[in-house]
């Protein structure tokens, strides 16, 4: 229902910065729910960021509060993750997921399983 294309992944040093973007295929953009999930090696998929719909409000985990900025622009369809003081624990593949099924309606839901659709990932490489 949703093609969603992430970039900007990439190699950083740590305490370094990437921002990365998700653009996302659907007239429906401005009332679907769009997040930020991560998944490492040997662990399970973990929210990052999200926002409601307008962007007004926004979400983050504990382990990225202070360092990462959400954002959504409605006009290009495309939400944002700006990643700065990045750790070596931030290594991962970053998804972009979208809920064009409105289980989460409004937006701001930090559970994976309410968003249906997903980017293929884009990795995140840390170093110290």
């Known amino acids: 229902q949703v093609q969603l294309e992430e970039s900007g992944g990439g190699m950083a040093q740590a305490g370094g910065s990437l921002r990365l973007s998700c653009v996302a295929s659907?007239?429906?953009?401005?009332?679907?729910?769009m997040g930020w999930f991560r998944q490492a090696p040997g662990k399970e998929r973990e929210f990052v960021a999200t926002?409601?719909?307008?962007?007004?409000?926004?979400y983050y985990a504990d382990a990225v509060k202070g360092r990462f900025t959400f954002s959504r622009d409605n006009a290009k369809s495309t939400i944002y993750l700006q990643m700065d003081s990045l750790r070596p624990e931030d290594t991962a593949v970053y998804y972009c997921?979208?809920?064009?099924?409105?289980?989460?309606?409004?937006?701001?839901?930090?559970?994976?399983?309410?968003?249906?659709?997903w980017g293929q990932g884009t990795q995140v490489t840390v170093s110290s």
């Open positions: 659907t007239r429906a953009f401005k009332t679907t729910a």
């Open positions: 926002s409601n719909w307008s962007d007004s409000n926004r």
């Open positions: 997921a979208a809920d064009p099924m409105n289980y989460c309606s409004g937006g701001g839901c930090t559970v994976a399983t309410e968003y249906g659709y």
